[in-house]
Nanobody, 122 residues
Framework: QVQLVESGGGSVQAGGSMRLSCAAS????????MAWFRQAPGKEREFVGA????????NYADSVKGRFTVSRDSAKNMVYLQMNSVKPEDTAVYYC???????????????WGQGTQVTVSS
């Protein structure tokens, strides 16, 4: 099993940057593919980005491609979401997620964090 705890959320102005962190428990963290999702008020949860267990493969939603970067430090059991050039429409609760399958992690991962709020002001 994997337990996930997000941190780093808060308020940022449009055009600025913010980095979210996700701390994972469990000795087998390196076997898991990791992903970030977000949910804005009144909207469904949506995929943001994902990284394979090795870190060699990343995938992004079109809405964040070129602005957001997912990375991982398996030695520290950490996953990060670097958000640059943020927009008001990036405002949402951001969730860290994990699954052993690199396809499943992008759709319906088995493990979820509690989420962290990100608010982008114009």
């Amino acid at each position: 099993q994997v337990q996930l705890v997000e941190s780093g959320g808060g308020s940022v102005q449009a055009g600025g940057s913010m980095r979210l962190s996700c701390a994972a428990s469990g000795r087998t963290f390196s076997r898991y593919c990791m992903a970030w999702f977000r949910q804005a008020p009144g909207k469904e949860r949506e995929f943001v980005g994902a990284i394979s267990w090795s870190g060699a493969v990343t995938n992004y939603a079109d809405s964040v491609k070129g602005r957001f970067t997912v990375s991982r430090d398996s030695a520290k059991n950490m996953v990060y979401l670097q958000m640059n050039s943020v927009k008001p429409e990036d405002t949402a609760v951001y969730y860290c997620a994990a699954d052993e399958d690199n396809t499943v992690v992008r759709t319906h991962p088995a493990y979820w964090g509690q989420g962290t709020q990100v608010t982008v002001s114009s």
